[in-house]
């Protein structure tokens, strides 16, 4: 069992930054991808970014990429999301997830795939 506990969420205006970070409990994060995922109001979750469990094989959305960076610290059981130059229709609750069964050479997009959620952190982006 792995809990998950996302925080670095708040309000920013268009343009600016914010560094999510998601901390897991359990011995057994370093074998796990993990991965992103965002839902705004009236909308269905979707994925934003993932990473494999050594940090070598990362993928984005394409609406994020080059904006946001995923990345983890298997020392310290935490994975980041880093955004900048964040828009308006960044704004979302946004969910890490753990994939305990990653495919091979590659990471999960979609959310079925993953084993393990958080509780959200609500990001909010003003125009």
């Not at 984005?60 to 610290?73: L, N, Q, W």
């Not at 130059?85 to 704004?91: N, V, Y």
Request: charged letters at 15%.
């Amino acid at each position: 069992q792995v809990q998950l506990v996302e925080s670095g969420g708040g309000l920013v205006q268009a343009g600016g930054s914010l560094r999510l970070s998601c901390a897991a409990s359990g011995r057994t994060f370093s074998s796990y991808a993990m991965g992103w995922f965002r839902q705004a109001p009236g909308k269905e979750r979707e994925f934003v970014a993932a990473i494999n469990w050594s940090g070598g094989i990362t993928y984005y959305a394409d609406s994020v990429k080059g904006r946001f960076t995923i990345s983890r610290d298997n020392a310290k059981n935490t994975v980041y999301l880093q955004m900048s130059s964040l828009k308006p229709e960044d704004t979302a609750v946004y969910y890490c997830a753990a994939d305990r069964n990653p495919p091979l050479g590659r990471v999960a997009t979609v959310h079925l795939a993953y084993d393990y959620w958080g509780q959200g952190t609500q990001v909010t982006v003003s125009s």
